[in-house]
């Protein structure tokens, strides 16, 4: 069905051009294919989220600064329809213009605004045309809010940007989308070198997640004083954490907390995280922050600090209920 609406929007190419302060054509090879990985490691990326199977073919540069192609073809031709490699196509160039805390799909509109009406269409072609353009904007609005949130599409977009803010020679950047015969479907667009630090993540550190009502299992305790890990269990597999709960390290150094076997405390646990340079999410530490109950004789024992918190959500979830 698909393919019945794309007979004009064959989008497979993306043209990435290269602008210099001088007149050579040359780029420092290890700057240029440190870029181009990004540039297949994002496309990789989204092809994959779009459930699409890939092959990249990288065509000879050009003058004029220093332009290449990337070609975005399908493993199978048979089984997959123009119109999801154009959608892959397209949706690499809007990651490539929009830099963080930016809207991708206010760089989608812009991107669709610089689509090429061939000289010589039909009144009906033209019509198509834009029919087209509706329905790739329908596509790339489902992915968007994904691809917006992905640290793998952040961190690579970003590792491709500090290549280029570190090499001078560089002035500009500008990305436009082709067919199969290099005929433009979009204008180019310019990224110019006092915007790079714009799509550069400025720290590997994710927001940490922070999680209530957690069961952690006590292994090893720590009952004096001093910045040492306790070890527990969580989700079934071990971790070191900090015991940031000053109610129940004073039940645990007062000596009214007493710990056995399989002793297991409520917590409100924060996970702290942070991105390498693959955009992949690594866990760097668990920190309990406060803890709500614990069992004592096989029965809960409900903390200070868990009821208020408790109480806190009480009346939280009563102002909300007064605009349902």
Same mark, same amino acid.
């Given at each position: 069905m698909m393919d019945t609406h794309y007979a004009l929007i064959k989008?497979?190419?993306?043209e990435l051009h290269y602008w210099f302060g001088d007149k050579s054509h040359t780029m420092d090879a290890l700057v240029y294919n440190k870029c181009e990985r990004e540039l297949l490691e994002i496309t990789k990326a989204i092809a994959s989220l779009c459930g699409v199977s890939i092959k990249l073919?990288?065509?000879p540069s050009a003058r004029g600064g220093l332009k290449t192609w990337l070609t975005i073809n399908a493993k199978s031709e048979k089984k997959t329809s123009p119109a999801k490699i154009t959608l892959v196509t397209t949706l690499v160039a809007v990651v490539m213009v929009t830099p963080m805390n930016a809207s991708m799909g206010r760089s989608a509109e812009k991107l669709f605004d610089r689509f090429v009406?061939?000289?010589?269409?039909s009144e009906d072609e033209q019509k198509q045309f834009r029919s087209e353009i509706n329905l790739l904007k329908e596509l790339l609005s489902e992915k968007i809010e !994904? +691809?917006?949130?992905s640290a793998v599409i952040k961190k690579r977009r970003s590792n491709f940007y500090q290549q280029l803010k570190k090499y001078q020679k560089v002035k500009s950047v500008s990305i436009s989308v082709e067919?199969?015969?290099?005929k433009n479907i979009s204008?180019?667009?310019?990224?110019?070198?006092?915007a790079f630090v714009s799509f550069v993540v400025v720290s590997g550190v994710l927001a940490p997640? !922070? +999680?209530e009502n957690v069961p952690i299992e006590i292994i090893s305790p720590v009952l004096g004083q001093g910045n040492f890990k306790w070890k527990g269990k969580y989700l079934d597999s071990p971790i070191s954490f900090t015991m940031k709960s000053d109610e129940f390290m004073q039940l645990v150094q007062s000596g009214k907390m007493e710990f056995k076997n399989g002793t297991t405390i409520n917590c409100t646990l924060q996970i702290d995280k942070k991105m390498s340079s693959e955009g992949i999410e690594k866990i760097t530490g668990?920190?309990?922050i406060s803890v709500a109950t614990y069992f004592e004789n096989g029965k809960a024992v409900e903390t200070i600090e868990g009821k208020q918190h408790r109480q806190k959500q009480k009346e939280s979830k009563r102002q909300l209920d007064l605009f349902a």
């Amino acid at each position: 069905m698909m393919d019945t609406h794309y007979a004009l929007i064959k989008a497979k190419k993306l043209e990435l051009h290269y602008w210099f302060g001088d007149k050579s054509h040359t780029m420092d090879a290890l700057v240029y294919n440190k870029c181009e990985r990004e540039l297949l490691e994002i496309t990789k990326a989204i092809a994959s989220l779009c459930g699409v199977s890939i092959k990249l073919e990288t065509e000879p540069s050009a003058r004029g600064g220093l332009k290449t192609w990337l070609t975005i073809n399908a493993k199978s031709e048979k089984k997959t329809s123009p119109a999801k490699i154009t959608l892959v196509t397209t949706l690499v160039a809007v990651v490539m213009v929009t830099p963080m805390n930016a809207s991708m799909g206010r760089s989608a509109e812009k991107l669709f605004d610089r689509f090429v009406i061939s000289e010589g269409w039909s009144e009906d072609e033209q019509k198509q045309f834009r029919s087209e353009i509706n329905l790739l904007k329908e596509l790339l609005s489902e992915k968007i809010e !994904v +691809l917006e949130k992905s640290a793998v599409i952040k961190k690579r977009r970003s590792n491709f940007y500090q290549q280029l803010k570190k090499y001078q020679k560089v002035k500009s950047v500008s990305i436009s989308v082709e067919d199969a015969s290099r005929k433009n479907i979009s204008e180019e667009q310019f990224i110019m070198r006092d915007a790079f630090v714009s799509f550069v993540v400025v720290s590997g550190v994710l927001a940490p997640e !922070v +999680l209530e009502n957690v069961p952690i299992e006590i292994i090893s305790p720590v009952l004096g004083q001093g910045n040492f890990k306790w070890k527990g269990k969580y989700l079934d597999s071990p971790i070191s954490f900090t015991m940031k709960s000053d109610e129940f390290m004073q039940l645990v150094q007062s000596g009214k907390m007493e710990f056995k076997n399989g002793t297991t405390i409520n917590c409100t646990l924060q996970i702290d995280k942070k991105m390498s340079s693959e955009g992949i999410e690594k866990i760097t530490g668990y920190t309990i922050i406060s803890v709500a109950t614990y069992f004592e004789n096989g029965k809960a024992v409900e903390t200070i600090e868990g009821k208020q918190h408790r109480q806190k959500q009480k009346e939280s979830k009563r102002q909300l209920d007064l605009f349902a």
